[in-house]
């Protein structure tokens, strides 16, 4: 490892560790999918605080990979944490039951991000611990993640890192290999792949964002157009919600701060 892989990964756990502080909470929480994203952020958990202070959330669906699953049990294994199984089948069951329930890949995708999202907060407040998130600065510049689902944390620690950067990250942390070769994948339905959802590989993806931001998001080739398509159409999903502020309402809030 050269000094500057040793200081960017140090930023990371002084951070994690600098949150779980602030925040009093006495752990953290990480939903593990048995992809690459998952791992190196739980990884950077337990540098950070130590294994025992980490709790893996493994939520398989109907049409979750059986590898990805045996993937992610042997992560929490490798990495010394404790995790659970807990299928979302039942909870997915009872949202078919409401009236008007429409099943689409795309509809249903969303909704088992959210479950999950759900889940591991239930976790996080019961046991007084930090949700940490696993996206990554490629899939979050795109839009390729559900609001309120797998983009909801309170720490993201690869959420500054490109696709291709992640990949090195996993290499550094020693992640398991069956991990790091697999095709990436969300696993919201079977046989999906992010690259042939997206429609581009990874490396042209990142090529793409890291020019893209040198030339102040003015595209000069075809697949910089498609990135910065996508990245203008998911700007909703990286900005707080619209709001009016308490003074354009006639009302201005006497808060106090100590």
Not at 14 to 25: K, T, Y
Not at 32 to 51: E, K, M, Y
Not at 138 to 150: A, F, V
Not at 160 to 173: D, F, I, Q, S
Request: hydrophobic fraction near 40%; charge should be neutral.
């Amino acid at each position: 490892m050269d000094d500057d892989m040793g200081c960017r990964m140090g930023k990371v756990e002084q951070m994690i560790r600098f949150a779980c502080w602030s925040s009093g909470r006495k752990g953290i929480v990480v939903g593990i999918s048995g992809g690459v994203d998952s791992a190196v952020a739980a990884a950077f958990c337990c540098r950070a605080v130590g294994p025992v202070n980490v709790l893996g959330l493994i939520l398989p669906s109907s049409v979750s990979n059986p590898q990805d699953m045996r993937d992610a049990e042997d992560l929490c294994a490798t990495l010394g944490m404790e995790h659970r199984t807990i299928c979302i089948e039942p909870m997915l069951a009872a949202y078919r039951a409401m009236p008007g329930f429409t099943e689409t890949p795309y509809l249903l995708g969303n909704l088992m991000a959210r479950i999950r999202m759900s889940v591991l907060y239930y976790f996080a407040n019961r046991d007084d611990r930090l949700v940490c998130g696993t996206s990554n600065r490629s899939e979050y510049l795109l839009g390729y993640c559900t609001k309120y689902g797998d983009n909801a944390a309170d720490i993201q620690p690869i959420l500054h890192l490109y696709k291709t950067e992640v990949y090195e990250m996993a290499r550094e942390l020693a992640i398991p290999e069956p991990i790091i070769r697999k095709a990436p994948s969300a696993g919201l339905w079977a046989g999906q792949s992010d690259e042939a959802e997206i429609g581009l590989p990874y490396s042209l993806i990142d090529a793409a964002l890291i020019a893209l931001s040198k030339n102040n998001w003015r595209a000069s080739n075809s697949s910089e157009e498609k990135v910065l398509a996508l990245v203008k159409k998911s700007a909703h999903k990286r900005i707080p919600a619209p709001t009016l502020s308490a003074g354009s309402t006639g009302q201005e809030e006497n808060v106090q701060v100590r």
